[in-house]
């Protein structure tokens, strides 16, 4: 599950800012700092806080999730931590693999008018509605929880797509402490 501002170019002006924010009010935990010695592999990030369950609702009957940083390398998939990922330019951060975008204009799907996305650049990607004919920049369809774009993203790890939402809560509280507009999407590891 990852968390972008809706504005292409936010950065935090002071990230140890809005990490502390978000940390008082229970969403991300403390940083933590593993080194798997038989790799050279180091994972780090933050631990979920102590209002995570309450700030994202999951779906189902039973969800697992693991919350301590696991020992060995091959069972980081199944834990579930906080990480920050920031870029110099937007980007397109792919989500699911078969997005279910849809045109701003008449809500019809337009995945199979898609352009090849990993060279993305703001503004240089237009599609054409196939029912409407409306042609929008690829940053500007709704996405559907499946894809985003930012140069600031939160990543909550090891939350399965369409498993988790997020609660008005949290997504007041991600506002409130940058003053922009967030969304949400899924991706898959």
């Given at each position: ?6 504005n292409l170019?936010?950065?935090p ?30 994972q ?11 700030l ?11 919350v301590?940083p ?12 906080i990480e ?19 045109c ?6 337009v ?8 060279q ?49 809560k949290?997504?007041?509280l991600?506002?409130s ?13």
């Amino acid at each position: 599950m990852v968390f972008y501002s809706k504005n292409l170019e936010y950065v935090p002006e002071n990230v140890s800012a809005l990490l502390a924010s978000l940390q008082m009010d229970g969403f991300i935990g403390e940083p933590f700092s593993t080194v798997f010695k038989q790799q050279t592999e180091t994972q780090n990030g933050y631990l979920i806080g102590r209002e995570f369950l309450k700030l994202i609702t999951f779906l189902g009957c039973s969800p697992h999730i693991a919350v301590t940083p696991p020992e060995q390398l091959t069972d980081w998939g199944n834990f579930c931590y906080i990480e920050i990922q920031h870029f110099q330019a937007p980007k397109y951060f792919k989500g699911l693999n078969q997005p279910k975008c849809s045109c701003p204009v008449c809500k019809s799907r337009v995945t199979g008018a898609l352009p090849e996305l990993q060279q993305w650049l703001p503004g240089s990607q237009e599609v054409s509605c196939p029912k409407c004919q409306q042609t929008t920049l690829a940053e500007n369809l709704n996405w559907r929880h499946g894809g985003g774009f930012g140069r600031f993203f939160i990543v909550v790890n090891s939350i399965y797509p369409n498993e988790a939402v997020a609660t008005d809560k949290l997504m007041s509280l991600l506002n409130s402490v940058s003053g922009e507009d967030w969304d949400y999407f899924y991706f898959e590891q």
